[in-house]
């Protein structure tokens, strides 16, 4: 059988700048490194998934409408760069305060994509900028790495997602 790995993405502060609560595609800003470290993880076989907390649309800042049309641009700048799209997104848009289940910390949007897509937990890692993503990481039985932001010793951390990339390809 084959194996299909996959690498579980945060969106803010991973991929692209944390800009507190996004909602205009205009102000969407990529870190130096994202694409060459989207790329580098494709080459090794990883489907790319974006798992992101949006609750500024529970808050009522913006409108979930406003986070696909952000979306829609990563995977334009995904092809644009020659890269295969994400294979899919998923958006807790709730407020910590309504108490769903899929908001990270939480696994759920983690091991909802791996039944979904028949994927090898094993081979899977969860990467973000905050604790709380390396976390949902774990709560999902997969590996966790946290990135840019050194925040708990608990986790392996690395500097850039482009860093994390080159230890899977050792
Ligand atoms: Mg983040
Ligand atoms: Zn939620």
Not at 51 to 70: D, H, W
Not at 77 to 89: C, N
Request: proline fraction near 4%; include cysteine.
């Amino acid at each position: 059988m084959k194996t299909r790995k996959a690498i579980f993405l945060d969106r803010d502060g991973t991929l692209i700048l944390d800009k507190n609560y996004l909602s205009r595609v205009e102000d969407m800003e990529y870190f130096p490194d994202t694409m060459k470290a989207l790329q580098l993880l494709q080459q090794l076989g990883f489907e790319l998934f974006i798992v992101t907390n949006q609750s500024g649309v529970g808050r009522g800042y913006f409108a979930l409408e406003s986070v696909y049309v952000i979306h829609r641009q990563l995977q334009n700048d995904l092809r644009a760069q020659k890269l295969s799209p994400f294979k899919d997104f998923a958006v807790c848009p709730h407020s910590p305060d309504e108490g769903c289940e899929c908001r990270k910390p939480s696994g759920k949007m983690i091991t909802d994509f791996i039944e979904k897509y028949n994927l090898s937990a094993e081979h899977c890692w969860m990467i973000g900028d905050k604790l709380i993503d390396a976390e949902a990481g774990k709560n999902a039985g997969i590996k966790s790495a946290i990135v840019r932001h050194h925040e708990s010793k608990d986790f392996p951390y690395f500097k850039t997602l482009l860093d994390f990339a080159l230890s899977l390809k050792k």
